[in-house]
């Protein structure tokens, strides 16, 4: 939720201008998640990041309405730290911070706040949090990438948000061994580096803030590795030309790079500069053609002639690996569906019976193939971390469209 209201907020700071009546929806959600952490972060030197335990809810498959399994709380505290989940929810308070302070400077002096005292706990106390809750977490949502990464982009929006000299100072002196100069090409919920980097370049290519001027280098590096032609890129395509990372909700990684290619192209723009990948430099244009090809191909124009965006087209996944949408609803079906007795929709070859406009799934793999089907959730669960990123490209494109 952390990293989904992080890329919600940076795509409204970017391309809210273009989005026209949905502005107001973008804000609304991110406003309902940042309510959830300010709960979360309610009690200091505590933050809870879990509710359920996953080992037991993915043993039914029951309607929200219905759900009777033990809402089990998880913390992390001083003994049980959790630097990567802490700064990502200071990072995500932070920018949306940003997205209030106009509208609800009550509201954004609150935000920004409560993310400067959650970073702060998250740096004291580091580790990662899949190593104090285990079997809580894991291996549902294990912390790969550890929590250098989180703290590097949790900083990197504190300095954005309060153009505090600490945080400009703490990513001089850290950000090194934070990761900032490695060469990953992943970008999603579990690895920032990537985000980190194009943010803050933009504090060198648009406010010359002249310590920063290697995360030009650093975005860089981590747009040529994106680049098909570049002898050093690190990106791999299906035949049909999608970007594909790993099987495993692959989409994620399309939309969350696609946001930063059109974000940094708009970045160099505005500051006159190209990428430069050894001898070889591309335009903005260049970064958003590519952009924008990744986000046709979800919406359809991809080998399949599939929009992978469920109720956009006239071809869309059916079986999409989600509960509420699989089970039949309350008005049709009024008692109650036990725990294990929503499998029998589970492994249904039936169309889900509730169509959930807007979600946008895993996607195909690695030949452009398909199976749409709902038992297969690496390829066929939606997550909000995929669609909010993919919310600041859509809002770009409509725009370019129509200019």
Not at 221 to 248: F, R
Request: proline residues 6%; hydrophobic residues 35%; neutral net charge.
């Amino acid at each position: 939720m952390a990293f989904t209201t992080t890329m919600l907020s940076w795509s409204v700071l970017e391309f809210g201008g273009f989005m026209g009546g949905e502005l107001a929806n973008s804000k609304d959600a991110i406003r309902w998640a940042t309510d959830y952490l300010l709960k979360a972060t309610a009690h200091p030197g505590t933050i809870y990041v879990q509710v359920g335990d996953p080992n037991t809810d993915h043993k039914c498959w029951e309607r929200p309405e219905d759900m009777d399994t033990a809402r089990t709380v998880y913390q992390i505290d001083s003994q049980h730290p959790g630097s990567d989940v802490a700064a990502e929810t200071a990072a995500a308070l932070a920018a949306a911070s940003l997205v209030f302070r106009k509208s609800d400077p009550q509201y954004s002096k609150r935000l920004i706040h409560t993310a400067m005292r959650v970073f702060d706990f998250a740096d004291k106390h580091r580790g990662a949090y899949s190593d104090s809750l285990r079997s809580g977490v894991c291996p549902f949502y294990c912390s790969y990438s550890g929590y250098e990464d989180e703290l590097l982009w949790g900083a990197a929006w504190l300095h954005k948000a309060t153009r505090n000299p600490t945080y400009l100072n703490y990513i001089q002196s850290k950000g090194q061994s934070l990761g900032a100069d490695e060469s990953d090409n992943i970008f999603g919920w579990d690895n920032k580096h990537a985000g980190a980097r194009v943010l803050l370049s933009k504090e060198f290519l648009l406010r010359n803030v002249k310590s920063l001027h290697d995360y030009k280098g650093h975005a860089d590096n981590y747009i040529c590795s994106l680049l098909p032609g570049v002898s050093y890129s690190q990106a791999k395509y299906t035949p049909g030309g999608l970007l594909y990372t790993m099987p495993d909700s692959n989409l994620q990684y399309v939309t969350s790079s696609s946001f930063l290619l059109f974000t940094y192209a708009k970045y160099l723009s505005s500051s006159k500069h190209v990428v430069t990948c050894g001898s070889m430099t591309f335009s903005p244009k260049r970064l958003r053609t590519i952009a924008k090809r990744q986000v046709d191909y979800i919406l359809g124009d991809n080998p399949l002639k599939m929009s992978y965006m469920v109720g956009y087209g006239s071809h869309y996944p059916n079986r999409i690996h989600h509960r509420g949408s699989s089970l039949p609803c309350k008005a049709n079906h009024p008692q109650p569906i036990p725990c294990s007795a929503g499998f029998q929709s589970l492994y249904s070859n039936a169309p889900n019976p509730n169509i959930l406009v807007g979600a946008v799934v895993g996607g195909p793999d690695s030949m452009d193939r398909f199976p749409d089907d709902r038992n297969d959730y690496e390829q066929s669960e939606p997550s909000t971390y995929i669609n909010a990123p993919l919310v600041g490209s859509l809002a770009y494109l409509v725009h370019s469209t129509r200019s």
